[in-house]
């Protein structure tokens, strides 16, 4: 895999090269005084750079200078100490010299390589580092400055360092065949000038450059004849190892992955921070020392380099392993035809190297990157897929597929036709009074209902901001359609949104069960008005089905907030079509939050004003700084546990939702508010890394898996609604080994089944007084994803009884039965949408997690407070710049106003009297 280190500066950098990258004792194999280095890059060849890294070559270009003259080629920033507001003195960083790219083979490949003795196999590994820098540079930028966007410039100028040894543990050295590649900070724009690199290149480019190398390293490795299988961690692995063998000789992995547990944290980032605090000081150890330490664990474990070695060249002799050009390209088909279904299925637009590592992936070891390219042009070529502009700072190609494009514009279609064409729900003159009727109505609940009762179009929108009085909007809604005799009947893309509808009396389903029904059973003469809330979780392929199924008298009321989250599927309909021109009546004047002081921080954030909300949060003293993980976690735990009452914690991820849990479960005990006798329970957890692509391949089910099948099958004997548990797979021929409840083993193509969803198990322990969150729907129960509830006791039959928020009813289940929930006391944001509590506690780690911090999960976390929010983080300093980031869906069409508005009839006050005139209601 490829990791890219923080910028290194001119000393570091010259450092480095000095005792790290030249050293005769980070390359055991290939001892001599020096290891030499070789240059890489456009600007390498420009530059005349064709001999071994020298000590002075490298030197001037860490300064941003000619290698050769000398002369200064990328100008250093001015940098001058100074203090900030609270007094402390800054030093900026000296001259960015460049990154440390560092490619890293498999470890069954090091072994292979270098206890095995294969030479090939290094070389092999030389060529996919090589070719992977290649296609690394083409995605090269200049940094322009100020707010202009970067020029791609497809050029820079690398030195590389092939190791073989792993940073010493305990001092033993591990092998680990390595690449050092430090791209050196400047490339040269179009017009000749040099500047500095745009590191954001680099970053968005690394996955690609990953799969670039394992899938041209596995091909080379297939055909030295090396049988290739999905490693642990997902890379290609050499087969023929056993993990107990890998493991002894990963001492260093296994370091950083204990550091990565204790610290509550999981992702690149926290293994990164781990293994820069658990690096051992490089030790000099001779060439004999190190071999003889590999030779020793590889006999402890039944030397199977050497077995691996010599069945591979077994078979390199046959040749037997080696594909057709016909296969390849068939392979290679199949594979982006994979990448395409993934991909699109979460996202409208997706950057090409999106495409590039999935379809890779799909065809590691079969297929190349040029045939995978290659193929994918024609398919360009065809309009199969479209390339759309990207964002002012792309570094790759955007694309969409033509049936995006098409599924968004039907739905934009269905819009306009319908505009200024139906029927009023209610006539102005009977809207007024229904309203006035209800006094405990705000005037902007008013006119939003006055609005739409009131429109002729038949789709239309209701934007309500967080906490806006929204449920009893809907209420009055609903009556005033009831009263004129249409039924009607609400939707939402979850659970809990649908369970909030019939809060506002009104009968409601999920819009998946909606859309999957064979056909509408409602009575054809009925007019209906159909409520879809929750409408920015919605996809773009959900929006289109369902209004497929609508007919022409129905009316439509998409009720949603484009500033919370969005869905995790592709498209942003209910935001798009807002754009396009559809009328939405507006419900903001946000009336959940009781404190002032807060309600202005949450209207700032409502209105994406981030900075301003987050600046406000600071100077109320709700923003505590603790730059330490397990500190913060232990203050959140502790403040929660002073008073548990009606609060929640929202976190980011689930890794550090589940450390707060544990913390919070553990003073709850130690304060005597939680019983200290747990039951150990084992739980599902979904596998939300799969998508519907990836259920159809077996490579991506592992043995443990927990597999729930709503449909069923009658030719392996799998009843709908049960569960089983994958064994083993074949990915090979694409089968899946599942154990049934009764024991027997069925082996299924996964791709001739469809509604299967897939889950870990996980050990949780519960005690009574735990608060829980349900984590899948369940009918019978009367729950809903994501609903929170208090563990009131356990059965002598294991039973469980739990008393649900909101003034629920009581639910009790067997827990070998119904295994979908986890600790409530911490839920993730996106699981918080749609809670209230009295007080929230906020995690903000703008390190580990920096992509899920942005103006979404602020305006989400804190919003869910109705007297008090307090935000916990590991820097304050850069919090509200941290998140004002926006993360926002694309969409296949750019719609501005592609659909004509109709003519709004506003109700102002002087509409209203002449309204109430004809009633004979005033005056």
Do not use: C
Request: glycine letters at 8%; hydrophobic letters at 35%.
């Amino acid at each position: 895999m490829l990791t890219i280190s923080k910028p290194l500066s001119s000393t570091q950098a010259q450092t480095y090269h000095a005792k790290e990258f030249t050293a005769a004792e980070q390359n055991y194999w290939k001892q001599g005084d020096t290891i030499q280095g070789e240059w890489r890059g456009k600007l390498a060849e420009e530059f005349g750079l064709s001999d071994g890294v020298g000590a002075l070559e490298f030197s001037r270009l860490a300064e941003g200078q000619h290698p050769a003259t000398g002369e200064q080629l990328v100008q250093h920033r001015v940098a001058h100490e100074y203090k900030t507001d609270d007094g402390r003195t800054v030093t900026p960083v000296e001259h960015r010299a460049g990154w440390d790219a560092t490619f890293s083979a498999p470890k069954s490949v090091s072994l292979t390589a270098l206890v095995g003795g294969d030479d090939e196999v290094r070389e092999a590994h030389r060529r996919a580092v090589a070719f992977a820098l290649n296609e690394l540079e083409h995605y090269t930028q200049a940094r322009i400055g100020g707010n202009h966007a970067p020029e791609t410039t497809g050029r820079f100028v690398a030195a590389t360092f092939e190791h073989d040894t792993a940073r010493p543990v305990d001092g033993y050295a591990a092998p680990q065949l390595h690449t050092h590649s430090v791209i050196f900070n400047m490339t040269e724009r179009e017009d000749g000038t040099m500047r500095a690199l745009q590191p954001r290149s680099l970053f968005e480019t690394q996955q690609f450059a990953t799969a670039v190398y394992q899938s041209h390293l596995t091909y080379q490795l297939r055909s030295l004849g090396y049988e290739i299988e999905p490693g642990r961690s997902g890379a290609p692995d050499i087969k023929g190892y056993s993990q107990e063998y890998l493991d002894a000789s990963s001492p260093r992995r296994q370091q950083i992955v204990e550091a990565v547990a204790r610290s509550g944290y999981s992702g690149p980032e926290a293994a990164q921070i781990a293994a820069h605090n658990t690096r051992d000081g490089k030790q000099i150890l001779s060439p004999a020392e190190v071999v003889a330490a590999h030779r020793q664990i590889a006999a402890e474990y039944g030397n199977q380099a050497e077995s691996v070695v010599a069945e591979a060249q077994s078979r390199r002799k046959s040749k037997a392993h080696q594909s057709s050009l016909e296969e390849r390209t068939q392979q290679a088909s199949s594979a982006l035809t994979f990448a395409r279904d993934k991909g699109f299925e979460r996202e409208a637009v997706l950057d090409e190297r999106a495409i590039f590592v999935d379809a890779m992936r799909r065809g590691m070891g079969e297929i190349t990157y040029p045939e995978v390219r290659a193929n994918f042009e024609t398919r360009i070529a065809s309009g199969e897929f479209r390339e759309v502009n990207g964002s002012k700072h792309s570094t790759g190609r955007h694309f969409t597929t033509e049936g995006t494009i098409q599924a968004e514009k039907e739905i934009l279609r269905s819009v306009q036709k319908g505009q200024g064409q139906g029927p009023q729900l209610m006539s102005i003159q009977d809207a007024i009074p229904l309203t006035d009727a209800h006094q405990r109505l705000n005037d902007t609940q008013r006119k939003a209902i006055e609005q739409i009762l009131t429109s002729r179009d038949q789709i239309q929108g209701l934007q309500g901001s967080a906490g806006s009085g929204k449920t009893s909007t809907l209420a009055v809604i609903r009556q005033g359609a009831e009263q004129n005799g249409y039924s009607v009947e609400g939707f939402a893309p979850t659970s809990r949104a649908a369970h909030q509808l019939r809060e506002a009396g009104i009968s409601a389903h999920t819009l998946q069960g909606f859309i999957a029904r064979s056909r509408n059973t409602n009575d054809p003469s009925q007019k209906h008005l159909y409520m879809v809330d929750e409408s920015s979780l919605a996809s773009t392929e959900q929006m289109r089905d369902f209004l497929r199924k609508i007919s022409t008298d129905d009316k439509v009321l998409l009720i949603g907030d484009i500033r919370q989250h969005q869905g995790v599927d592709a498209g942003k309909p209910f935001e798009q079509l807002q754009e396009s021109g559809m009328r939405s009546a507006l419900l903001d004047r946000i009336v959940r939050q009781q404190d002032p002081e807060l309600l202005k921080a949450v209207e700032h954030l409502s209105k994406n004003e981030t900075e301003a909300g987050v600046v406000m949060l600071q100077q109320q003293g709700r923003v505590t700084e603790i730059a330490d993980t397990e500190q913060r976690i232990s203050a959140i735990a502790k403040s929660y546990a002073a008073r548990p009452e009606n609060t929640i914690i929202v976190s980011p991820d689930n890794a550090s939702r589940r450390a707060l849990n544990q913390e919070v479960r553990r003073e709850l005990q130690d304060a005597g508010l939680l019983d200290k006798e747990d039951r150990s329970i084992r739980v599902l957890t979904p596998r939300s890394d799969m998508t519907g692509a990836d259920r159809a391949w077996a490579a991506r089910y592992e043995p443990g898996d927990v597999l729930h099948y709503t449909r069923g099958s009658k030719d392996n004997g799998i009843e709908a609604g049960s569960y089983a548990q994958v064994v083993a797979t074949a990915p090979k021929d694409n089968l899946v080994i599942v154990r049934k409840p009764n024991g027997e083993l069925t082996t299924y193509d996964p791709v001739r089944l469809r509604g299967i969803s897939a889950y870990r198990e996980i050990d949780r322990d519960f005690a009574i007084g735990d608060r829980i969150q349900v984590t899948a729907p369940n009918r019978e129960l009367g729950v809903a994803n994501r609903d929170l509830g208090t563990i009131q006791r356990f059965g002598d039959d294991g039973r469980i009884t739990v008393s649900m928020d909101g003034g629920k009813k009581m639910i009790t289940f067997d827990p070998h039965e119904m295994r979908h929930f986890d600790h409530g006391y911490a839920v993730t944001s996106h699981s918080s949408q749609g809670v209230t509590s009295e007080r929230v506690l906020v995690n903000m780690d703008t390190q580990v997690h920096p992509e899920l911090i942005n103006s979404r999960f602020a305006y989400v976390s804190v919003s869910r407070a109705s007297f008090d929010a307090q935000i916990y983080t590991n820097n304050a300093a850069t919090l509200a710049e941290s998140l004002s980031k926006d993360v926002s869906k694309a969409s296949a069409v750019e719609v501005g106003n592609a659909i004509k508005p109709a003519q709004t009839p506003t109700l102002d006050t002087k509409q209203k009297l002449v309204a109430s005139v004809g009633l004979g209601l005033a005056l």
